[in-house]
């Protein structure tokens, strides 16, 4: 009974842990204002790593109209825990 009862928190806190993307509706390059797309944390038993975050100038849900727009868009990454660090992230990108 124990056992199930903490189960059952550990997945609530793990379902409240990936809805926490906090990166902004709006992020402004210049003088255009990208909207955000979509955006995901990632997260490692319980614990929040990055989130990140697609904008684009105009919205869309279908894939390959992103891949093939050539057009501003940016990607905003923000690191939530001491051991990622930047130069780690890059190598993944690159």
Do not use: W
Not at 56 to 71: F, G, H, R, Y
């Amino acid at each position: 009974m124990i056992r199930r009862f903490l189960m059952a928190i550990f997945l609530c806190l793990a379902v409240i842990s990936t809805v926490r993307a906090e990166l902004g509706p709006q992020l402004k390059i210049g003088e255009q204002v990208l909207q955000l797309n979509g955006a995901g944390v990632r997260t490692k038993t319980l614990v929040q790593i990055y989130e990140s975050g697609l904008y684009l100038l105009k919205p869309t849900k279908d894939a390959s109209v992103v891949l093939a727009a050539d057009e501003l868009m940016a990607i905003r990454v923000r690191i939530d825990h001491l051991r990622v660090c930047r130069p780690s992230i890059a190598r993944f990108v690159s």
